[in-house]
């Protein structure tokens, strides 16, 4: 297995010490904040999001549309698009339930296809185009 962190928290100097202490530098990949987060797509099986508050996870959705399962904290905005047929939204802050879902999600190929399919039909609820197409209907009754 293969983590590769991206982005920089508080706690990401405290993750590569425990990276180091544990002889995982080989299997982590501390890439830092990036602009574009697509290219690491196609290297992800599953997109882990630990954030503790996120008013609109729109890496989720990026995830979801390139037919990623994601797994997540409940950043409160999460919860407004996260479900158990979309992907895994967990509730408290334990790297042992985290674990246990992903293991559950890598070894069980149902599931995993299940959460990649429903995770692209979610994501594109939240297309641009939709939202534009909608807002342009508006519009057009507000001025009739």
């Known amino acids: 297995a293969k983590i590769i962190f991206l982005g920089d928290g508080p706690e990401i100097k405290n993750v590569k010490k ?11 990949d501390f890439i830092g904040n990036v602009h574009d987060i697509r290219p690491y ?3 992800s099986n599953i997109l882990l999001h630990t954030a503790n508050y996120e008013p609109f996870g729109l890496v989720l959705l990026e995830a979801m549309a390139s037919g990623i399962p994601v797994i997540t904290l409940d950043g409160k905005g999460n919860r407004d698009f996260i479900n158990k047929k ?3 939204l967990i509730f408290e802050e334990n790297p042992k339930i985290f674990s246990e879902r992903i293991i559950e999600v890598f070894e069980n190929k149902e599931k995993y296809q299940m959460l990649s399919r429903n995770g692209k039909v979610t994501a594109k609820e939240f297309d641009i185009k939709k939202y534009v197409d909608d807002l342009m209907k508006v519009y057009l009754t507000a001025t009739k």
């Open 41 to 43: 797509f196609s290297k």
């Open 86 to 88: 979309n992907g895994i």
């Open 18 to 28: 425990i990276a180091k202490s544990l002889r995982l530098l080989n299997n982590v």
